[in-house]
C-alpha cells in the first residue's frame, strides 16, 4: 500500500509539472469544425492580405468567405511590435488571451494561427466548413484588450 500511495503521489507531481510547462511553453490546442480546418494550400480558391498594424488593428477587420471555401491569409506585421492572427470562436479566443496574459512567453504552433516579429510576412491557409462567423485576434498581451480583432463572415 505504502508503494501505491507512493507512485500515485508521484503520478500526480509529474501531471503537474507537465501541466506547468505546457502553460509556460508551447501548446497546440484542439478546434471543433466550429470555425472550420486547416486547408490545403493548392485548393485555396483566394488569397486575402491582412496586414497587423501598432495601432491595434487589422486591415481588413472584416472578411467574407463562402462555405466551404479554402482562403489563404498573408498576413503582414507592418508594426514595430510582435502581432498575430488567430482564428477561433470568441469563446476560444478569450480563453487563450487569459493564458497569453499569464504566459507571455507562450509559443504557438497551431495551424489556425501566425506569430509575426515586426516586418514580417507569413501564412495561415484555412478551410471554413460552417455557415456563420470565425472571430479572429491578435491575443498579444494588451492587444486584444486594445481592440485588435476581427471577423470572418462565412455565407451558406
Known amino acids: 500500500m505504502k508503494n501505491l ?4 503521489a508521484f503520478a500526480a507531481l509529474i501531471a503537474l509539472a507537465c501541466t506547468g510547462a505546457w502553460a509556460a511553453g508551447t501548446h497546440a490546442g484542439g478546434h471543433g469544425d466550429a470555425i472550420g480546418k486547416p486547408g490545403v ?12 498594424t ?3 488593428r487589422f486591415n481588413p477587420s472584416s472578411i467574407n468567405v463562402k462555405r466551404g471555401e479554402t482562403v489563404r491569409l498573408v498576413v ?3 508594426g514595430k511590435l510582435k502581432h498575430e492572427l488567430v482564428l477561433g470562436t470568441e469563446k476560444e479566443l478569450k480563453e487563450h488571451y487569459e493564458l497569453m496574459k499569464k504566459n ?6 497551431d495551424p489556425n494561427m501566425v506569430t509575426l ?8 491557409v484555412w478551410q471554413f466548413t460552417s455557415a456563420g462567423k470565425v472571430d479572429f485576434a491578435c491575443l498579444q498581451p494588451g492587444h ?3 481592440g485588435m480583432k476581427g471577423a470572418v463572415h462565412i455565407a451558406r
Open 54 to 56: 501598432d495601432n491595434m
Open 117 to 124: 516579429e515586426a516586418g514580417k510576412t507569413g501564412e495561415v
Open 5 to 8: 500511495v507512493g507512485s500515485t
Open 104 to 109: 507571455p512567453e507562450m509559443e504557438h504552433a
Open 144 to 146: 486584444y484588450d486594445a
Open 76 to 78: 503582414t506585421n507592418s
Open 41 to 52: 494550400a493548392a485548393q485555396a480558391t483566394r488569397t486575402v492580405h491582412v496586414d497587423m
